[in-house]
């Protein structure tokens, strides 16, 4: 039952409704209680006769209690005396000193074995910590009162035997609420039942059989007046315990082990302090992120009291087990993970080992978070990261800075794909996917199941505890004048928890919601708090699925002017906009009308572009710009990714395919090399890459610089084959310009975050290197200049020497003037000469003498100030040559200019690209102006950015 406190003045979950047929329901309840004592009746007068009772029977109700309660120490509530008034409840008060008392009562009854082994067992299991005395048992000797207890809870207690109960009378408190309402009822009809006695017909219909002789009758009035007293000592006595811990947020106060039932509420916020837990499994792990530290609880388990086997007596010979010391409790709490689908709540048993004494709130390893410091901002933090865990799932594509975990959110190591513990972290920084439903489908250990708590029938259990209570025919103890000896009927599991869990499970909307509608639940501020650490994210630059902290994401600010920003000209822009608007308005088409599928045939409507060139002038740009217009994913797929079958190569393709990601094959020649009779596996690989190419419906970036080695069937393949060539003198000005623009906007981001002077860049000293760099290199042949990506390397290491030149000095400014850049150049220049010398040529003329690439570098001419300096903007001519039948005999030197002023679908004089796919209004050319596999687009302008 849930522990809420909104139901009841007491902090009680309200009961269901009592029955309204109370009449014949008082007069049955009466029925059975008078039946009851009538059969103990019976049974006094057997033993009066002669006949010896049972001795090992265990006690007995009082046929007719004094209504209240009789405290006792252990020796009254262990003996009773001829003077001793029988009350309907009976109380075991005791300090800390309770298993002095119960040894001493053990020696006094003869108990075998030396006194000191006896102390020791004693004291294994009694609590020496509490400094005042309290209740530690409950006695209920009343049949009416065990009666009405049946009644609320459906249990079937053996109401002509007394029951035990044990700290923290849960069991007592939970139906406090129900007790009180059948007693309301049955207060209002005594009068018309004062004097009421039960009919045969009533007695045949309860099944009970009431002796011939005379028997003690029974009213509703005295029924009444012993469930009154139970209900005045249940309010009296045991809620104030109950409710010791409403309303207070210390966590220096402190609780016993026994009373751990009365800190917790089902379906309040708990803390988990996994540096307190009992069982955990590595240590050593302890301070690494990922365990889920906010849980909603469902229910407490106090430790199941067990009784004393080794008290042994001279009447009875019975060997039990020498040691016996109470079980853990167990809290069971929720928190809230998607299982690829949906939210679902995921379940955990936290055990709390015995300790002695008190021990302070905050040091157990679970506990209400209202007791953690200032739990509030706590509360407001994991809402905020709840909140983030949410969106990060809806933007699936996001960037990640931060280790891996190796912790999951229930405290377990993760396991790699061997199935071993994985050992250390990995620091990553780049683009990821937030993919659960991926990632749980394909590691078995993520998964996680919705197991709806089914509604079970309540039960709890009794046991005999065998140190008995004797009854004395004369007020001092011996044992030739032991009148009746029996042992007790204690509830040694009261199954508190599954009463309160049947009550949560129809309140909880997670818990009592089917697997099914779990989708439709709606989130509130507390539930945003049980959302994990983790996320499984597929980490784009490693290509493999980790567990990431959720606080390392953010989201992408895609650049949607990326193409633009590229230095390789209007014509090749042009040319990549217009194939990827085209293609995902295609994509739009079909998604609206599927039957224009059976027009297009069974192979899927990809996109394939193929850019070859040197190393360095923009082929990977181009592909990294493009998926940053379109504002999708970028997978790079390289050789470590490929096996001969192609396995994992068709699992990076569906998975690209799910995401709607951009794929990026660089330095493809090495897969789709030429096929030979002679290198099977080869072969295998180059009709697996092909067959997948024709089948992928995305965009995919095919880059070499080595395409003399391509495989033929590569070119219809492609629906675009683009050629860069090596950087010009124009070209190598403008990338520098660009380098530099880039490092002064990062330079602004730097300074906003950190002290100390900016650096300032000579910009007028910059350029002129770059342009004796490039005049000074192309004359000498064993020279080569620079390319992009050598550019902006040479950026970064002239940044360095700036900064440390003024590093012993703050106050100074640092200037990043040439002299860097000749530093670096010195570097380079050493390295080309070494390679030039050692291969007996320049990079292009071996490639050329390979077979693998031609620059358009004529032979024996290296310099190449002169060549490629013509803007497409001037050139004549017409797109529609390119899908000529005979293109491939023209030589395409110079490439007819797209007769449109301004960049597609943009109007006005500004060129800038828009994001492709998210405006139907785009102008679409001709189909023919890039007919599949047939457009091969040669020019001089390339990327200087790569």
């Known amino acids: 039952m849930a522990k809420d406190q909104q139901n009841s003045p007491n902090g009680l979950q309200q009961g269901s409704p009592v029955t309204d047929k109370m009449p014949d329901e008082l007069q049955q309840f009466v029925a059975v209680v008078q039946g009851c004592l009538s059969r103990m009746h019976t049974y006094r007068n057997a033993g009066s006769n002669g006949t010896d009772p049972t001795f090992s029977d265990p006690l007995p109700v009082v046929i007719n209690p004094h209504p209240g309660v009789r405290q006792c ?213 302890l301070d690494l992120p990922g365990r889920q530290e906010m849980w909603r609880m469902i229910n407490f388990k106090p430790y199941v009291h067990s009784v004393r086997y080794d008290l042994l007596y001279n009447e009875i010979d019975v060997k039990r087990p020498t040691k016996n010391i109470p079980g853990q409790a167990i809290a069971v709490c929720y928190y809230l993970d998607n299982d690829g689908e949906k939210l679902i709540p995921v379940w955990r048993d936290f055990p709390i080992t015995p300790f002695s004494g008190r021990r302070k709130i905050k040091d157990l390893c679970v506990f209400p978070v209202r007791f953690l410091p200032e739990f509030d901002q706590r509360v407001l933090e994991f809402k905020k990261r709840g909140e983030r865990f949410l969106r990060s799932i809806q933007l699936g594509h ?90 007790e009927l204690v509830v040694g599991n009261d199954d508190i928890e599954r009463f309160e869990r049947s009550t949560f499970r129809a309140e909880d909307r997670f818990v009592a919601t089917a697997d099914r509608d779990l989708g439709k639940v709606q989130l509130t501020d507390k539930d945003l708090v049980l959302l994990p650490l983790r996320v499984y994210g597929f980490r784009l630059g490693v290509r493999s699925y980790d567990l990431l902290n959720v606080n390392g994401i953010t989201e992408i600010n895609y650049n949607p002017s990326a193409l633009d920003e590229l230095e390789i000209g209007n014509f090749h822009k042009k040319m990549i906009q217009s194939l990827v608007d085209s293609h995902f308005k295609d994509k739009a088409l079909a998604n609206a009308h599927p039957e224009l599928e059976n027009y297009r045939g069974s192979k899927a409507q990809g996109l394939v572009i193929l850019i070859q060139g040197p190393p360095g002038v923009g082929k990977t740009a181009t592909a990294q710009a493009t998926a940053q217009v379109t504002q999708r994913p970028l997978l790079s797929i390289g050789l470590e990714d490929v096996d001969v079958m192609g396995e994992k190569f068709r699992w990076l393709f569906g998975r690209a395919e799910a995401w709607g990601a951009v794929i990026l094959l660089d330095e493809v ?38 395409p003399g080695v391509l495989d033929e ?104 003037r040439r002299s860097h850049f000749d530093q670096v150049e010195l570097l380079t220049r050493e390295y080309d000469r070494a390679r030039f010398y050692a291969i007996g040529k320049s990079d292009s003329k071996f490639a050329y003498d390979q077979g693998e690439r031609y620059d358009e570098v004529e032979d024996g001419n290296d310099n190449w100030q002169d060549q490629h300096q013509t803007d497409i903007s001037t050139l004549p001519g017409r797109l529609d040559t390119l899908s000529s039948p005979n293109y491939n005999d023209y030589r395409m030197r110079l490439v007819p200019s797209i007769p449109v002023t301004t960049p597609l679908g943009r109007g006005g004089s500004e060129n800038k690209t828009k994001n492709f796919g998210a405006s139907a209004d785009r102008t679409r050319l001709p189909q023919s102006s890039y007919h599949h596999g047939s457009a091969v687009v040669q020019h001089q302008e390339t990327n200087f950015g790569d």
Request: net charge negative; aromatic share 10%; glycine share 4%.
């Open 398 to 487: 996001v960037w990640y800075k931060g280790q891996t975990l190796l912790i999951d959110p229930k405290g377990k190591r993760d396991r790699n794909g061997n199935g071993k513990l994985a050992e250390a972290t990995d620091d990553y920084e780049g683009d990821v996917i937030v993919d659960f439903r991926g990632a749980i489908a394909d590691n078995f250990r993520w998964r996680l199941k919705h197991h709806p708590e089914e509604d079970q029938s309540v039960g709890s259990s009794t046991t005999v505890e065998l140190y008995r209570v004797v009854c004395w025919n004369e007020n001092t103890k011996s044992p030739r004048i032991v009148a009746e000896s029996h042992y």
């Open 713 to 816: 069937a590569v070119k219809s393949r492609a629906h675009a084959i683009i050629c860069y060539q090596p950087l010009n003198l124009e070209r190598t000005i403008r990338v520098f310009q660009l380098n530099i623009k880039k490092l002064i906007r990062d330079e602004e981001i730097r300074n906003s975050l950190t002290e100390g002077n900016e650096l300032v860049v000579m910009e007028d000293q910059v350029i002129e290197f770059a342009r004796d760099h490039y005049l000074s290199h192309c004359k000498e042949k064993e020279l080569t200049p620079w390319n992009g990506r050598q550019i902006a390397n040479a950026f970064r290491i002239a940044t360095s020497l700036a900064r440390y030149e003024v590093l012993c000095n703050p106050k100074a400014q640092p200037q990043l």
């Open 73 to 285: 120490n252990w020796d009254e509530f262990k003996n009773r005396r001829p003077d001793t008034v029988l009350f309907s409840i009976e109380t075991l008060v005791a300090g800390p000193n309770l298993h002095l008392s119960v040894y001493d009562e053990s020696v006094k009854r003869g108990l075998r074995g030396p006194p000191e082994e006896c102390y020791e067992q004693l004291s294994c299991c009694m609590d020496t910590g509490v400094a005042s005395p309290r209740i530690h048992r409950i006695r209920i000797q009343s049949a009416a009162i065990l009666r009405l207890l049946n009644t609320v809870s459906g249990d079937s207690w053996d109401i002509t035997r007394s029951h035990t109960f044990f700290r923290p009378f849960a069991y007592l408190i939970h139906h406090q609420v129900k007790v009180k309402q059948m007693f309301d009822v049955l207060s209002t009809l005594a009068p018309t039942l004062a004097s009421l006695h039960v009919s045969d017909s009533q007695r045949t219909a309860t099944g009970d059989r009431l002796a011939e002789e005379a028997s003690p009758g029974i009213s509703a009035r005295a029924v009444l007046e012993d469930i009154r007293a139970y209900i005045d000592f249940v309010d009296t006595a045991l809620l104030p315990l109950y409710q010791q811990f409403e309303g207070l947020s210390n966590g220096s106060l402190t609780v016993d082990f026994d009373d751990l039932w009365y800190l917790f509420r089902p379906g309040e916020l708990v803390w988990c302090s996994w540096e307190a837990m009992p069982d955990n499994e590595d240590e050593e792990s």
């Open 669 to 706: 020649d090495v897969y789709l090399s030429h096929r030979s009779a002679h290198d099977m596996n080869a072969n295998i690989m180059v009709t697996v890459f092909l067959h997948v190419l024709e089948n992928f419906s995305g965009i995919i970036f095919l880059t070499t610089n080595r």
